[in-house]
């Protein structure tokens, strides 16, 4: 089975930086994920990790460790947009493609 | 705008109705998804569809079951509905059946079951 852990909620001030941590303990595993959702609205894909280290994306930074089952999404120069739930989220499994998410990370950004 | 269309967009029913949700992939994406989402559940991974087949299941009830047509669209059926079903339903396409590959959602069908 599949079972991922992370913040419920997260306070950060605009223009500051965010780690949002992830960790996960899985029976299959290919792959790490980090979708954005905003209240009501689709979860967008962020950033995909499958090898261990850092992948850098613009403001957001997505960083991996397999041995530890351990991720984390760093968001710098915050912006009030950025106010949304942050899903982790562990993919492929043994058969198919689904995705099995963490409960998500509400992240709000105060000015 | 992922290019995922559903339909409708919200739904209202009554407990032990039936409905239908429906799920057009992106152009060229043969793998279709089913997700719901809940308030005290998260996402979760109900079941896929590849070129027409099932590929994998997640934990989709009995009273839920799913099809994907030859023109790719997919329907997700609810029956005999509770009130624990009222929940966000989100389809998702992507282009292969696994492997990575990025899956992108739909916006979604609010279903609220009274």
């Known amino acids: 089975g599949q079972n991922i852990d992370q913040p419920t909620e997260m306070t950060a001030t605009e223009g500051a930086i965010v780690q949002i941590n992830c960790t996960y303990q899985?029976?299959?595993?290919?792959?790490l994920f980090w979708y954005q959702q905003h209240a009501g609205e689709a979860p967008t894909f962020l950033s995909y990790?499958?090898?261990?280290g850092l992948e850098e994306k613009g403001r957001f930074s997505s960083f991996l460790s397999r041995s530890k089952g351990y991720s984390y999404l760093l968001l710098k120069e915050l912006q009030m947009k950025d106010s949304a739930s942050y899903l982790c989220?562990?993919?492929?499994?043994?058969?198919?493609?689904?995705?099995?998410f963490g409960g998500g990370t509400r992240l709000m950004v105060k000015p | 705008d992922s290019g995922v269309t559903q339909t409708p967009k919200h739904l209202i029913t009554a407990t032990g109705q039936r409905v239908t949700l429906r799920c057009s992939p992106r152009?060229?994406?043969?793998?279709v998804y089913w997700y719901q989402q809940s308030l005290d559940q998260g996402l979760q991974f109900l079941i896929q569809?590849?070129?027409?087949?099932?590929?994998a299941k997640g934990n989709i009830l009995e009273r839920f079951s799913a099809q994907q047509f030859p023109d790719l669209h997919s329907e997700l059926n609810l029956s005999s509905l509770e009130l624990g079903d009222s929940a966000l339903y989100f389809c998702?396409?992507?282009?292969?059946?696994?492997?990575?590959?990025?899956?992108?959602f739909g916006p979604g069908t609010r279903l609220t079951v009274t």
């Open positions: 989220a562990v993919g492929p499994g043994n058969a198919g493609n689904m995705l099995t």
């Open positions: 990790n499958v090898l261990d």
């Open positions: 998702a396409s992507s282009v292969a059946a696994s492997g990575y590959h990025e899956q992108y």
């Open positions: 569809y590849y070129n027409g087949e099932e590929r």
């Open positions: 899985t029976s299959g595993f290919n792959g």
């Open positions: 152009s060229g994406d043969l793998s």
